[in-house]
């Protein structure tokens, strides 16, 4: 029996990821869309903003499951577009969710550590107070709370330093890499990197079941921002020299988590477990 499967932002690094995972299984039908112009790999375009066309879509297609991958990621700029940040990370989800339990399809909804201060001193469980320091931070969690509130058959997983297939930090760091002899990262904020395919492979074990609730789901491991550098070059085989830098270095308009290690005992106790940082980023290198 055919599973339809529909995927907002498809085009993202995860939206990638979920369809190298589970894209040629016999029974799934993975229905990708996104906000620009249809494509062959991306054939539906779809506003998550827009109530009317999220129901009209999920009403006509019926899907079993919808994974949102959509957001407004870029941080910094959220800072300047709270408008659009709240339309993207709130009102996108909010809308996904009525038409969801409208259906009665199960949501999986995607967030991310922003939606914590930072200044824990122990990984985050799902449980902890939640007190987001920047716009993105803020709009994601308002985006979590209406899933919640709105859809009964919900999974919200909370990740944190992505990388997969498209734009990220360690392709920006190979990149820079090539012409400069010295680099200069930041060792004060740590949190867990984390592999975009093993994101696929949770999202694809959670759907089969009912456990619906929060999740956190990153790779094993802490690093800094200079130690994920140190080691991507390491595997790598480029010889550049990365300096630490401060916080306090490096501006930016956003507020970053100074710790962002998140506990991923829930997703553990329900049967899955995610590879260490290291090794998820030896499969991404290799290119497996």
Known sequence: MERR???TGANGQLGHAINKIIGDKADITILNTGSGEPTAYCPIKLDITNSV?????????KPEIIINCAAHTAVDLCESEQERAYRINALGPKNLAVAAEAMESKLIHISTDYVFDGEGQKPYTEEDDTNPQSV???TKLEGENFVRTLCEKHFIIRTAWLYGEGRNFVKTMLR?????PEIRVVYDQVGCPTSAVELAKAIEFLMDTNAYGTYHG??????SWYDFAVEIFRQAGVGVHVTPITTAEYK???K???YSV???KKLEEAGYSFLPWKEALKAYMMGT
């Open 5 to 7: 499967i529909i995927i």
């Open 53 to 61: 066309a999220v129901m009209n879509l999920v009403q006509d297609l």
């Open 136 to 138: 993105y931070g803020k």
């Open 176 to 180: 820079i890499s090539e012409n400069n």
């Open 218 to 223: 990153v790779c094993k491991g802490v690093a």
């Open 252 to 254: 930016t308009p956003a």
């Open 256 to 258: 970053r988590p100074m």
């Open 262 to 264: 998140l506990d991923t």
